[in-house]
């Protein structure tokens, strides 16, 4: 029998957790700082709109783009909180999940042979989903001298003639940086000069702690050029509901509109209706979710300092990410020995690629008992090294 | 009052047994810093008391708790004022407030067992100067008090890794 799989499908790489996986599956009391979600349950009146929702039948395909009521209210939203302005009857597209959102994002520009710029160390699908889209991913490199923000400089060497477009996400997953106006206008030139297109992730864009978040699409010139992502999974812990959203002016939002209807037809109703509410009513329990990822980020990155893993305090979403090198030790080989010998759960940096290595990716998104736990368990693993 | 008094006082609301030194970690203040902005808090009267929410049902001491509404009449000068102050002052008074609606104050009243409840309505509170009307009922269950349920929820199943 020939081997059925696609030579794309073969150039994946396969994921870097994997091995971590099974053996997290094998033990107890295991605390795990390993999982990008908040630990909160959805605020129930969110839950209690669309349980009412499904109730009243409420369970059929929505148009293409999602329910006009929530592009409407996101039209708003985004206005308001982010000064972006997207039309809600041609600029907006409600998908499955941020991961829908990219994925149509990067087959709606990408023609074979194109090379994307993408920021690194950053979230794993990128790279994956620009080389389904028969694209070629090109890390760049962003460090910790620089907080991890995105450097002109290393974004200029990587550039080609073949560079289409560059994508980012700030805040962070997994560093935790963010990026302000002036950090995104000194990128923008280097976008405009050489015409490419920007792909902006801005998920964790509630969950911000000393700045307000900057949306790209603001700055300059860059809207006509910008695709921007976003959903309600991390800032209204609805990482189950799969809604996330596309907002990109009219021709770009047209593409990706023709490959969502094909592959997605549209974001589960119950999920759009949630989504509603989560704008309507859940702005005092998000506000206080992020006071409380605050208080647990202080807490947890003063004990990652204190015992003696250096830590750059994350401006954004729920990630701290300690530097491991002074130990000796690979960031694989810190996380396996941890989880082993101590039972916690971390993601070794160089999984989110270029610029990862040597670190860990903790997400504090879990109670402030369980990382004070962590923290003991931690420094106890390093007494032993 | 700034942002990191708002944040003392959060923290506390929820977990007043934490310790100085966990709070500062978490506000980014000294621990010296942390204990004399709670010191003027607790002048100031904004920091009333420390106590602790109990499930009393659990507990099973049969103490039994009842919801008291009044019709008062108001004094000259005074309002509702004298007559809550008189009314707070009975140990069994655990909460009053004035409220809008068919009655005026409102009470939550607790006692050993039903008799004692019943007992000082009618002897304490009822045949008080300036009280019209009472209304009493009997708390049969708590569900949630001060924000927190008493309900058990289950564990949901969370990933252990997710990038």
Redesign the interface.
Known sequence: MRNFTSVRAQEIPPSGIRKFFDLVLAMEDVISLGVGEPDFRTPWNICESSIYAIEQGVTSYTSNKGLQTLRDALSRYLAQHYNLNYSSDHEIIITSGVSEALDIAIRAIVDPGDEVLVAQPGYVSYGPCVTLAGGKPVPVRCVEKDHFKLNPDSLAEQITKKSKALIINFPNNPTGAVMTESDLKAVADLIIDHDLLLISDEVYAELTYETRHCAAATVGALRERTITLNGFSKAYAMTGWRIGYLCAPRELCDAALKIHQYVMLCAPVMGQVGAVEALRSAEEEKNSMVNEYRLRRNMFVAGLNRIGLPCHVPEGAFYAFPSVEKTGLSDVEFAERLLKEQRVAVVPGSVFGSGGEGHLRCAYAVSRKELNEALLRMEEFLNTL | MDEKDL?LL??LEENSRLSAE?IA????LEKAEVEDRIRALEVAQVIKCYSTVINWERAGNGEVSAIIELKVSPERDFGYDRIAERLSRFRQVRSLRLITGTYDLQLTVTGKNMQEVSRFVSEHVAPMDRIRETATHIIMKSYKENGNAFFE?PE?E??????
Do not use: K, V
């Open positions: 944040d959060r923290i966990e970690m978490m506000t980014n929820q949901t969370r990933l252990p890794y997710c990038p």
